[in-house]
């Protein structure tokens, strides 16, 4: 079930409210890839979004705590780290599970992000039924030949990710941030 967010969600500060939004559409990217196993591939990519721009939130998020002179940074501090131990941990396990983010925007370099230059163009077949398939064309299983049931795994994983979300979602998004309001409340919405 998709985490929503209200109103009653907000910390009085535009820039973590939109960072706890996007955090909530990643958790539901996850959901949505952990609902069946062939979306099961998604997980890696989703999940090391989450990772990555979870570092970025908790940075943001403890600068602006000092600046507020928030009297609970170090705890807070604390409980960020926490969780990006146990961030960490899930995304290995993920990674041993169903491989590294691949083909994925998440490690790509910049350049790559650019269009092809117009001077490389690619050979398509005007009618692609017509081009017989050679051995080269197949794609090949990155899935390793002792991999475990993709089901069995999905669910293990959907159990162990999605409580771990959930947790964060109620326990520090919902609980600990919103301790935050009372200081950011001092400040103008868009204080960075």
């Known amino acids: ?14 820039l973590v409210d939109q960072d706890h939004r996007y955090l909530l559409a990643l958790f539901n990217s996850i959901e949505l890839a952990l609902a069946h196993s062939a979306s099961l591939q998604h997980l890696p990519v989703f999940f090391r979004q989450l990772l990555d721009y979870t570092r970025v939130h908790f940075a943001r998020e403890e600068q602006l705590q000092l600046k507020v002179h928030y009297p609970r940074y170090m705890e807070h501090k604390l409980r960020h780290q926490e969780i990006t131990a ?3 941990a899930l995304d290995a396990r993920i990674v041993a599970a169903l491989g590294p983010p691949a083909d994925s925007l998440v490690d790509a370099p910049a350049d790559s992000l650019e269009d092809p230059p117009a001077e490389s163009p690619v050979d398509l077949p005007a009618d692609p039924s017509t081009r017989a398939e050679t ?11 002792d991999q475990p049931d993709n089901e069995a795994l999905r669910a293990s994983l959907e159990r162990e990710v999605l409580s771990f979300a959930r947790e964060w979602v109620v326990d520090h ?20």
């Open 135 to 145: 051995p080269a064309d197949v794609p090949e299983s990155d899935a390793p030949a």
């Open 1 to 14: 079930m998709p985490v929503i967010w209200r109103e009653q969600m907000t910390t009085c500060n535009d």
């Open 86 to 88: 146990q961030l960490e």
């Open 173 to 192: 998004i919902v609980k600990a941030d919103l301790d935050l309001k009372p200081y950011l409340r001092e400040y103008p919405r868009n204080f960075v």
